[in-house]
């Protein structure tokens, strides 16, 4: 913890101890205040860091695990860039010599759906770059009309503006389809709702701030939180019903 926080490489030679993820909390804080032990987390979960791991489980970070964080934080932070592309920067100094310590993020042009010019996208355009017509939605997701009429009737999906349907919707809609398969009706879905709206009002009070603020970069960075708190929502929802499951399953 008598680390400076500036630490290199050479300082690291000097101190090759592991530190904890609450020691690397503070190493980071002073540069960047709102990083928290869950950013931390969702950062090893994408594959940015991979800390070292205790027998008991406890994570171990050593100063090249700081450079790569400070390193994702600082693109993210000043240059606004989606995760998958700080994942190929990465990648790209891994197999060279250059220490990502000594390096800042490269300015890439990214589209408004996080696609890159000029590379094969891998990831959807932004929901609203998506735009379907009713009969265009039945066709792609592979429900029927009268499944249709019920999910908006329940709320589950509805059209914006009226008529038309975005990316997600026909997320919505597909998965659906595939639950529809096992036989879920759309009734059993307004516990899903319920519980999606209820995310919503906590994570809309966690975002707000940054939200209402004019600076341009205070809403990037509200945006990436929300992408955050999504995937994160995502990753505890699948491991919950994991969990509750095993017991049937005899595991």
Do not use: C
């Amino acid at each position: 913890m008598n680390e400076p926080a500036a630490s290199t490489p050479s300082g690291a030679a000097r101190a090759p101890a592991l530190m904890s993820i609450g020691e690397v909390l503070a190493q980071l804080r002073a540069e960047f205040p709102d990083v928290t032990i869950s950013k931390l987390r969702f950062l090893e979960a994408e594959g940015l860091v991979e800390p070292q791991r205790t027998p008991a489980g406890y994570r171990k970070y050593g100063w090249d695990d700081v450079a790569r964080l400070r390193f994702v934080l600082t693109a993210q932070r000043d240059q606004y860039l989606p995760l998958r592309v700080i994942r190929e920067q990465l990648a790209e100094w891994d197999v060279s010599d250059e220490p990502v310590g000594r390096s800042r993020p490269n300015l890439v042009a990214v589209g408004p759906g996080g696609e890159v010019p000029g590379r094969e996208s891998v990831e959807p355009v932004g929901s609203s770059e998506v735009r379907l017509d009713r009969a265009e939605l039945i066709s792609r997701s592979g429900v029927d009309e009268s499944t249709l009429v019920e999910l908006e009737r329940l709320g589950v999906l509805v059209s914006d503006p009226p008529g038309w349907y975005d990316a997600d919707a026909l997320i919505i809609a597909s998965a659906v389809a595939g639950l529809a398969a096992y036989g879920l009706e759309p009734r059993h879905l307004r516990a899903y709702r319920s519980a999606a709206d209820r995310e919503v009002g906590l994570f809309a009070q966690l975002v707000a701030p940054l939200v209402r603020q004019s600076d341009p970069a205070a809403r990037a960075r509200a945006a990436e939180t929300a992408r955050e708190l999504t995937a994160l929502s995502q990753q505890l929802h699948a491991a919950l019903v994991r969990v509750g499951l095993r017991s049937t399953l005899g595991r």
